[in-house]
C-alpha cells in the first residue's frame, strides 16, 4: 500500500523548491529589466556571424550522425530504466534475477557490438 | 555516531536551530502545515544562499587558481588579491542590456535560461548535508537526480534551436548528442551504488558506508572514474566544452544571449558542478562521515569540505587537460566506457550474490572485493584500451605520428 500521506510530505520540499527557483530567475530577470538600458536599433537585431552580415538563414539541415546517436541513446537510456528497479529488488528475488539480467545485458552487448560493426558509432 | 543532542544551539544538526524556531511558532498556534511549508522554504533558501555565494567565492578561486595553473596573475584589481572580482562580474552582467535577435522563437528565448536554471537548484535539494540535514528525504534519491539533471538537455537545445543563429544550432547539436550520450555512462556509473547498499535514498547510502566502515570508492573505483569524466562533459567544462569550443562555435549554444540570461547559464553550470561534486562525496566518498572525526567536528562542515575537494578537482583537470576533439568524446562514452559500465554493474550484481548467497562477514568480504575491484578496473582499463583500440586498424592508421617516429628532428621540450 502506498503511502500517500509520506509521498506528498516527500515532495512537497521539491514543489517549493521549484516555485523559489523559478522566484529567484524571475527576480534576476527583472532587476536585469530595471537596470539595463534599452535602445533597439535595427543591427542589434541581427544574429551574430563574427561581425559579418549573416548569410541565408539561421536554421539549417542538421547532420544525419545526431539522428544514429539518439536512436543508441534511446535504447540504452531505456535499458538502464529497467535496471533500476532490479539493482533493488534482485536479492528478494534471488540469484536467478542475476542471472536474467546477465543474458539481458550480453544481448543488449551484442546490439552494440553490431551497432560497432556497422559503423554506427563512428564520427563522421 | 553519537546521541544529538536536540537544543538549538547544537551546531552539528543545523535543523536544530530551524526547529527550535518552528516549535515557537507553533507554541503561538500556528496549524501543522504551516510549521511545515515553513521548514521546507528555510531549507530551499538556506540552500540557495549557500549555492550563490559558494559560486561567487568558487568563481574567484577558479580563476585564481586557473591564473596560477597558466603562470599569470588572474582577477587582482577590484578589491584585495581581486576577491571582489564575482560581484563586479555580477553587477556588470546585471546591467547589461538584453538583447533579443529579430529571428528568434521569442517564447522559447525566454524559457530557456530560465529552464536551464531551475533543475540545477532542485538536485540540491535532495543532499544529506549531515544526518537528518535535508530538504526533500526522497526515497528515490539516486533516480530523482539522474531524471532532474537530464532535463537541462532540452533547455540546451531550446536555447540553440530558438537564437536562430548557425553557431547556437551547431553548438546545441553538438551539446545535446554530448550530453546524452554521457547520460547513458553517468546513469549506468550511479547504478552500481544501489546494487550495494539496497537503496536509493542518499541517507541509507550514507549510512550504509558509515555501517560497514567502506565508502564506495574502494569497491567501485571504475564506477566513480567514469562518473567524474561523463559528468564533467554534462556539466560542459573543459576538457569536454566542445559546446563552446571559442576558435570553432564562438560560444555554442549561448552565443545569442547577453545580460542577466547569459548569466544563468553560467549560473547553473556552476550549481550543476556543485551537484555533481555533491553526488560524487554522497555516493562514493561518504558524505557527512570521516572515520569517526563526525563526533568532533559537525557532519555538515565535512561534507562542505569533501565538496569543495572535489570540485578544486575539476578545476584542477581543466587547468591541465586539452580540449578533446568532439570524435574522440564521441567515441570514449560509445565504445570505451559504456562497455566498461555494463561490466561494472555486472560485476556489482555479482559481488552482492556472492556475498548473501555465501553468507560471509561483511570484514572478511568488502576488503577482498575491494582488492579485486582495484585489479579488475587497471585491467579493465588498460586491456579494453588495447582491444578496443585493436578493433578500429582505420583509427589506428589516422593517429599523427610522433616526431620521433617520422624521424625528423627531436626538440628537446622546454622545462
Known sequence: MPDVQGLFEQYTAVLIATILGFALVAGALIGNLILSPRQRTRPKGLSYECGMLPIGRGRFQIHFRYYLFAILFLIFDIEAVFLFPWALSFLDIGAMAFYEMLVFIIILGFGLLYAWRKGALQWR | ?415
Open chain 2, 1 to 415: 555516531m553519537s546521541p544529538f543532542l536536540a537544543e538549538w544551539w547544537d551546531l552539528r544538526d543545523l535543523g536544530n536551530l530551524v526547529g527550535a524556531i518552528l516549535e515557537w511558532i507553533s507554541e503561538r498556534g500556528a496549524p501543522d502545515w504551516v510549521t511545515y511549508v515553513l521548514s521546507g522554504i528555510v531549507g530551499i533558501v538556506a540552500v540557495l544562499l549557500w549555492a550563490i555565494l559558494s559560486q561567487l567565492a568558487f568563481i574567484w578561486i577558479e580563476r585564481r587558481v586557473l591564473g596560477r595553473m597558466q603562470v599569470r596573475l588572474g582577477p587582482n584589481r577590484v578589491g584585495p588579491w581581486g576577491i571582489l572580482q564575482p560581484l563586479a562580474d555580477a553587477l556588470k552582467v546585471l546591467a547589461k542590456e538584453m538583447v533579443t535577435p529579430r529571428n528568434a522563437d521569442r517564447v522559447l528565448y525566454w524559457l530557456a535560461p530560465i529552464l536551464v536554471v531551475v533543475p540545477a537548484i532542485l538536485v540540491l535539494a535532495v543532499f544529506p548535508f549531515s544526518p537528518g540535514m535535508v530538504v526533500a528525504d526522497l526515497n528515490v534519491g539516486v533516480l530523482y537526480i539522474v531524471a532532474v539533471t537530464s532535463t537541462a538537455t532540452i533547455a540546451v537545445f531550446m536555447a540553440g534551436w530558438s537564437s536562430s543563429n548557425k553557431y547556437s544550432l551547431l553548438g546545441a547539436m553538438r551539446s545535446v548528442a554530448m550530453l546524452i550520450s554521457y547520460e547513458v555512462v553517468q546513469v549506468l556509473a550511479l547504478l552500481a551504488v544501489p546494487v550495494f547498499t539496497g537503496s536509493m535514498r542518499l541517507g541509507d547510502v550514507v549510512a550504509w558506508q558509515d555501517n560497514y566502515n567502506a565508502w564506495l570508492v574502494f569497491l567501485q573505483p571504475l564506477g566513480l572514474l567514469a562518473f567524474i569524466i561523463a559528468s564533467a562533459v554534462e556539466v560542459n567544462r573543459s576538457p569536454s566544452d566542445i559546446a563552446e569550443a571559442e576558435s570553432e562555435i564562438v560560444a555554442g549554444y549561448h552565443t545569442e544571449y547577453g545580460g542577466i540570461r547569459w548569466g544563468m547559464f553560467q549560473l547553473a553550470e556552476y550549481v550543476a558542478g556543485f551537484a555533481v561534486a555533491a553526488t560524487i562525496v554522497t555516493l562514493w566518498l561518504g558524505g557527512w562521515t570521516l572515520w569517526g572525526l563526525e563526533e568532533w567536528v559537525p557532519g555538515w562542515l565535512i561534507f562542505l569540505a569533501k565538496l569543495y575537494g572535489t570540485f578544486f578537482l575539476f578545476i584542477w583537470m581543466r587547468g591541465t587537460l586539452p580540449r578533446i576533439r568532439i570524435d574522440q568524446l564521441m567515441g570514449f562514452a560509445w565504445k570505451f566506457l559504456l562497455p566498461l559500465m555494463l561490466l561494472n554493474v555486472l560485476l556489482a550484481g555479482l559481488e552482492k550474490v556472492v556475498w548473501t548467497e555465501t553468507g560471509a562477514s561483511a570484514g572478511l568480504v568488502l576488503p577482498a572485493f575491494a582488492v579485486l575491484n582495484f585489479a579488475l578496473t587497471a585491467a579493465l582499463i588498460v586491456g579494453w584500451g588495447a582491444i578496443a583500440g585493436g578493433l578500429s586498424p582505420r583509427m589506428r592508421a589516422k593517429r599523427p605520428l610522433l616526431v620521433r617516429e617520422v624521424g625528423g628532428i627531436y626538440y628537446q621540450p622546454l622545462p
